[in-house]
Nanobody, 130 residues
Framework: QAQLVESGGGLVQPGGSLSLVCEAS????????IAWFRQAPGKQREAVSS????????YYADSMKGRFTLSRDNAKNTVTLHMAGLKPEDTAVYYC???????????????????????WGQGTQVTVSS
C-alpha cells in the first residue's frame, strides 16, 4: 500500500507564505498523478492542484490560480505546494493524494476530482491568522 506523508503545515500570518511537501513511499513516478486537496472546517474537500507524471502537466483549481504553485522533485520523491499571499480563508487541513494508474482518457476535471485519487495522506494543518 502506497504511503503519502505531508509536512510543512503550521501557523502563518495573513500575507505570508508556506510550502507543503508530499513525500511518497517508493518512487513518486510510480503514480499516474499527485494532487493537493484541502478541507476547511464544515466544508467539503476541494482540489488545490495536481500534476500528471507522464508529461508533467500541472492543473490548478480556478480559485487557487496565481497564489499557489506546484512543483515536483523526482530525486527526492516529493511534490511541493508553494503558497503565497495566504488569507484566513486558506485555513484548512491540506491533503496529498495520488492516483495509481490512469483508467484511460483523463480529463482536466478528473485531475481536480477527489474521486479520481485512490491514495491519501493523513493531512497537515495550515492556519492563517494574525
Amino acid at each position: 500500500q502506497a504511503q503519502l506523508v505531508e509536512s510543512g503545515g503550521g501557523l502563518v500570518q495573513p500575507g505570508g507564505s508556506l510550502s507543503l511537501v508530499c513525500e511518497a513511499s517508493g518512487s513518486i513516478l510510480d503514480f499516474y498523478a499527485i494532487a493537493w486537496f484541502r478541507q476547511a472546517p464544515g466544508k467539503q474537500r476541494e482540489a488545490v492542484s495536481s500534476i500528471a507524471n507522464n508529461d508533467g502537466s500541472i492543473y490548478y483549481a480556478d480559485s487557487m490560480k496565481g497564489r499557489f504553485t506546484l512543483s515536483r522533485d523526482n530525486a527526492k520523491n516529493t511534490v511541493t505546494l508553494h503558497m503565497a499571499g495566504l488569507k484566513p480563508e486558506d485555513t484548512a487541513v491540506y491533503y496529498c493524494a495520488a492516483r495509481s494508474a490512469a483508467p484511460g482518457i483523463v480529463t482536466v476535471q478528473d485531475m481536480l476530482s477527489r474521486q479520481f485519487f485512490n491514495h491519501w495522506g493523513q493531512g497537515t494543518q495550515v492556519t492563517v491568522s494574525s
